[in-house]
């Protein structure tokens, strides 16, 4: 196991898994008359995969910024390992290990794969390197983002220039990237968008294997399969408001949920479970195609 997962195993597993590692507490963002999130509040628990799911405009875009520090809430506390985080901004939140992935990553596609991460993994420290020599001679660097690529499954793509990967595989590798800042808490938003079904499926095994580390996740997903195959917990998001929050067989079974935004992808989710008792070939043979917008 790469030692970036050893380290995020150790962190996770030395808090009580009820204790709520992120508390989001009655969060406003008003745009003009527009109020996008409408004292929203939820808990993610350390070492859970928490998901976030509403229908489009619901402000799911709108709270994960507020969360990662890309917009400051109008009203409300955001609260981090117990720490009031509500004024820090974006990079004091990564520093303290609030680390979002697939919106806010950057890949320099004229660099190769491996470069990439090296540049990540050197970002997070404190004085980085003036000049691209000096870091290629970091064989430190170079180790700890070989271990990343290892981790996403990139490793055979390591010398290959990263604007010639195809979507998916460039999705792993924003992962990678936010996988080298060495989160506590990762933030991924829509992994799955704009993938075909084997790209998603291996996105799926990928978080399964954070999962499974304990690495506390919180997805904002509208693959209903994805979300109820991956999460402990699930928050529904409605105009604004957390109008829910369970295991996803209570959410699937809530009929308030149901009425606001499930519907048909519940029971689509539902045959999808059974299939899979009937079909070994399981959700693989599938696709949900992802919607636009939050």
Do not use: C
């Not at 919106?103 to 970002?123: E, G, K, W």
């Not at 991956?230 to 369970?246: E, F, K, N, P, Q």
């Amino acid at each position: 196991m790469p030692e970036v997962l050893h380290d995020l195993s150790r962190a996770a597993s030395s808090r009580l898994p009820e204790l709520a590692l992120l508390q989001v507490h009655r969060l406003v963002k008003r745009f003009g008359a527009l109020t996008a999130t409408d004292e929203a509040s939820l808990e993610v628990r350390a070492g859970e995969t928490h998901a976030l799911i509403g229908p489009n405009g619901a402000g799911k875009t709108t709270l994960i910024h507020q969360i990662s520090g890309a917009l400051a809430p109008d009203g409300g506390g955001l609260f981090f390992d117990g720490e009031d985080v509500t004024a820090l901004s974006m990079p004091q939140r990564v520093r303290g290990g609030l680390v979002r992935s697939f919106q806010i990553t950057s890949i320099y596609r004229r660099f190769t794969v491996l470069d990439n991460v090296v540049l990540a993994v050197l970002a997070r420290r404190p004085a980085a390197p003036s000049w691209w020599r000096p870091a290629r001679a970091d064989e430190a660097a170079y180790a700890d983002a070989e271990a990343m690529l290892a981790l996403v499954g990139l490793t055979a793509m390591a010398d290959r220039v990263a604007g010639a990967l195809a979507h998916g595989e460039q999705r792993q590798l924003e992962l990678a990237l936010a996988l080298a800042a060495r989160p506590r808490l990762l933030l991924l938003d829509e992994p799955m968008a704009g993938m075909g079904p084997d790209e998603s499926a291996r996105m799926v095994e990928l978080l399964s294997a954070l999962k499974a580390q304990r690495l506390t996740l919180l997805l904002v997903e509208h693959d209903m399969d994805a979300v109820f195959r991956l999460a402990d917990r699930v928050s529904v998001l409605v105009s604004g408001r957390v109008i829910a929050t369970g295991t996803p067989d209570e959410i699937r079974n809530d009929a308030a949920v149901r009425q606001a935004y499930l519907g048909d992808e519940a029971e689509a989710a539902d045959r999808g479970d059974a299939m899979d008792v009937a079909d070994p070939a399981g959700p693989s043979a599938r696709s949900h195609p992802a919607k636009e917008g939050a």
